[in-house]
């Protein structure tokens, strides 16, 4: 709700909030071709649709890590009515594996969503404080194999859609004694540097970790030299990494190993991916990415489940779509359009039937005349215009004109639905 205090300071508290935006059609059409294509390749691949609730007790995100931008800057949360701490969604997986420990299905438990996010971050092209994520997790399953369908669903994913300027980079956090050794080694690392860090050694002691994808430039030198986790992999993490690389390798999946690549959120253990894009500006460039959590259903009371996941943003997914000529929007949004040169009632009977065989079509209203009829016709991209006449309707015919080149034709009326919805081959969403 409005208040004085969004007036006094000068806010229009009738637009979008900041870092939120609208979507109208007919770019809201390329969402729903991304959410639709996405849908159907989870579903091939297995995965049920997960819905959980946009906001949880906070405690859930919580999980995500205290160290991360996401908890400790960029959370919504509040107090509600009842004095409960609740935070709205800033990423898929806590909800997921939250409603996982609730409910425990069988696993595997392989499930995609398409939702929004809140992070409270400085707005910019490709970051906004509302972004939809496509994402996917699988709960349940320690086999490479998973991280390998995993990074193919996704990869599959923008290959089918078109963005071909998307590149794949991978990562092991290996497991919890590779980390342990790491984080020592880092940290005596980042001590040694502890006077350039400056204020960030506060951060290094807390999670050694995050300090590796800072982008301070000033940092830049000092994080090219910094020690590699790939190092110090184990035996068996080395040999899961080994793995799911053979396993891209065999499915001709390209990828760069990146041993500096570490995510923001504190909950990876193990596979680490991202897909990027030279479309996007440096520093934002992940077009999607993830990893495993293997530790993260165990830490909200659930048994150990190892677990592997992916979150893809939709308005980042869009940017990348443009620059790569990729989902352009159809500037046609019906397939036929009714044009009513009597004046009856049979406009509507005509429209209902072409609707009931599938084809999109659409009329003016308001009893316009046939010449704005015929441009809103034009206007609207459809191949056929379907005209009502006095003359035709006498013998039982409609005329059909193919809006493309101009020629008509006599159909019957009660074949012109199915006639159409021959003639058309739209995509049905
Ligand atoms: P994330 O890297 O924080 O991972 O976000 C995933 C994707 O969401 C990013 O690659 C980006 O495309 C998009 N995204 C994130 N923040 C914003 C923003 N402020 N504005 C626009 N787009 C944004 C996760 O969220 C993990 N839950 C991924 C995951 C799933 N890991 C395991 N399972």
Known sequence: MATDSDAALGRDVFRAPKGTRDVLAPESDRWIEIITRFGARARRYGYGLVITPVFEHYEVFARIGESTDVVSKEMYDFLDKGDRRIALRPEGTAGAVRAYVEHRPTPPWKVFYVAPNFRYERPQAGRYRQHYQIGAEVMGVDDPAVDVEMIDLLGGFYREIGLNSVR????????????????????????????????????????PLRVLDSKKPEFKEMLQHAPQITEYLTDSAGNHFEQVQAGLRSIGNHFEVEPRLVRGLDYYTSTLFEFRSDSLAAGQDTVGGGGRYDKLAQEMGGPATPAIGFGCGVERLLIVADADGALAPSPARVDAYVVDAVGTADVVVLLHELREAGVASDRAYGGRSLKKQWAAADKSGARYGVMLAPREMETGHVVVKDLTNGQQIEIRRDEVAAWIAVNTQRRDF
């Open 168 to 207: 794949l980079v991978i990562n092991s956090m290996g497991d919890a004694e590779t980390r342990r050794r790491y984080r020592e080694v880092l940290l005596e690392y980042w001590r040694a540097h502890s006077t350039l860090l400056g204020d960030t050694m506060e951060r290094a002691e807390q999670n």
